[in-house]
Every structure is written in structure tokens, then in C-alpha cells.
């Protein structure tokens, strides 16, 4: 799903099998020279298979800040942010680089409901770590009453359990 280097020249790129919504970024001086670069191209990922990259295309200046900060990135991309949200919030000096691919890819977007038994089971990407009140109503204005406080441990996939009981609108409410 990610893949990320220091290399100016990636070798056997093509021998990965991407994932769709796969992320590849060298981080290299010219990796963002779409043609006649002297390092891989940020191109050169998307023909191995990725679904975006990144790449300066200034030199001199190995400036931290323009290159992805990789936990910054991956953290919101698995956040459920797009891939362009993701990207922009983890480069601080964007106007020196490029990002490239399908900018409104959201493969860990959304919410996932399946019904198992008595219980509803809740798959969301889209949780940030923390606590919240869980809250259940039967019309989407309320009144909610609560039935749960849930942690959230960290990023990624989190399955949140719902009472098959008939009531139609739930509710996640940060706790500070």
C-alpha cells in the first residue's frame, strides 16, 4: 500500500504488486521532472502501478520541508482523507515539488455496515484516535441518547459494534 525510498534510482519498481490507491514516493531532488529526469521520475511509479506520487523539482536544497512528511501522510490517507488532502497536509513547502495520480483517491473513505446476527457491525477508516460517546436516536434530529463510550486506539480500520435494535441513527461525539 506504501512504498517509500531515499534512492535516486529505483530499480525493479515494476516487480511490486500495488494495491489500488497504493502511495510511492522516492524522496530525491528531481523525482517531480515528469520528463528528462536524471533520477526516476514521480511518473515512473504510476507505470509501476501506483495510484500517486510526489517529487521535487527544485535543486539545490534537501529542505525537510519539501519533501511528505511520511507519518503525517500515511496517518491522514488512513484517516480516510483523499490522496490529495493527505499529500498537501504532509508537505510544508508544496511549491517545490509536484503531486501526481488520482488526486480524489479515498480508498479507506466511507463507512461499512453488514448486519452479523443480532448486531450491526460498523467498519470505518475514518476515525482518529481519541475517545467517543456513541449515541442512538430514532429520527436523525434526535433526541440521541447515549449508550456507549468507545477509545479508538489508533489509525486504520476500526469496527464499532451497534445493537441491532432497530433504532435507524447513530452518533460518534468526541470526548475531550
Known sequence: MFAFTGSQFVRRMRANRFLDGAVADHLT?????????????????LSAGATGSYGTVVEPCNFREKF???PVLMGRYLGGETLVEAYWKSVLM?????FIGDPLARPFGGV?????????????????PGRYLLQSATTSIGPFRSL????VPGYGGYALRLPADGTPYYRLLPLR
Open 29 to 45: 531532488s528531481l523525482g517531480g521532472m515528469l520528463t528528462d529526469s536524471p533520477q526516476t521520475s514521480a511518473l515512473d511509479w
Open 68 to 70: 511528505p512528511d511520511i
Open 94 to 98: 508544496p511549491g517545490q515539488g509536484v
Open 112 to 128: 461499512r455496515v453488514v448486519r452479523r446476527g443480532g448486531q450491526l457491525l460498523a467498519t470505518t477508516h475514518t476515525l482518529r
Open 148 to 151: 456507549a463510550r468507545i477509545t
